[in-house]
């Protein structure tokens, strides 16, 4: 897959994992980073348990991505919270 799908997927994946986990979003750039890591996590857990993982842009790559997302999100809050200065 190019990077520019790679971008895609982890916008897509990013905005709809954070819609999940915390319903405000984490802002677009970090939102991309953390759907692109999610993809590869969801690709990774998908592939340990047997199942494709991330196969190009379409349906189930989002879908795992998306799953990915949403547990790199919830790591990410459960390790940076929501620190106040």
Not at 20 to 32: A, E, F, R, W
Not at 36 to 42: E, L, N, Q, S, W
Not at 68 to 84: A, C, D, N
């Amino acid at each position: 897959m190019s990077i520019l799908g790679w971008i895609v997927l982890g916008l897509i994946a990013g905005f709809l994992g954070s819609k999940i986990v915390n319903s405000s979003g984490q802002g677009m750039l970090l939102d991309i980073v953390l759907g692109i890591i999610g993809a590869i996590v969801g690709g990774f857990l998908f592939s340990l348990f047997g199942a494709t993982g991330v196969t190009g842009l379409n349906i189930w790559s989002l879908i795992v991505a998306v799953i990915g997302s949403v547990v790199v999100l919830w790591l990410y809050h459960m390790t940076i919270g929501k620190r106040t200065i």
